[in-house]
Nanobody, 121 residues
Framework: QVQLVESGGGLVKTGGSLRLSCVVS????????IGWFRQAPEKEREFVAA????????KYADAVKGRFTISRDNAKNTVYLQMNSLKSEDTAVYYC??????????????WGQGTQVTVSS
C-alpha cells in the first residue's frame, strides 16, 4: 500500500514563499511519477506540477510557471514544491499524487490527504 503525506502548508502573505513536502511510503519511491495538484473552494481540482522518476523531467501549469519549482529527493522518499511570489489565487488545498504508469497522476492513482495553503494580503 502506497501512502502519501503532505506537509508545509499554512498562511502566508502575498509575495511570500512556502515549501510543501510530500513523503511517500510503501513501494519503491523512485518508481513513481509524482504530481502536485490543488483545489480552491468551489473550483475543480487542477494540475500544478509533475516530476519524472529520476527528477530530470518536470512539467508546470502555466499559472505557476516561473514561480513554483518541483523537486524530489529519492533518498528521502520526498517530493517538494517550492512556491515563491505567492498570489491570492494560489489559495487552495494542495495534494500530491503518485503514479507508476503515467507522467501525470490521475484519479485512479495514489493520493494524499492535502495541505491547506492560504495567501492573504
Amino acid at each position: 500500500q502506497v501512502q502519501l503525506v503532505e506537509s508545509g502548508g499554512g498562511l502566508v502573505k502575498t509575495g511570500g514563499s512556502l515549501r510543501l513536502s510530500c513523503v511517500v511510503s510503501g513501494r519503491t519511491f523512485s518508481s513513481y511519477y509524482i504530481g502536485w495538484f490543488r483545489q480552491a473552494p468551489e473550483k475543480e481540482r487542477e494540475f500544478v506540477a509533475a516530476i519524472s522518476r529520476s527528477g530530470l523531467g518536470t512539467k508546470y501549469a502555466d499559472a505557476v510557471k516561473g514561480r513554483f519549482t518541483i523537486s524530489r529527493d529519492n533518498a528521502k522518499n520526498t517530493v517538494y514544491l517550492q512556491m515563491n511570489s505567492l498570489k491570492s489565487e494560489d489559495t487552495a488545498v494542495y495534494y500530491c499524487a503518485a503514479a507508476l504508469l503515467q507522467s501525470v497522476p490521475g484519479d485512479d492513482d495514489y493520493w494524499g490527504q492535502g495541505t491547506q495553503v492560504t495567501v492573504s494580503s
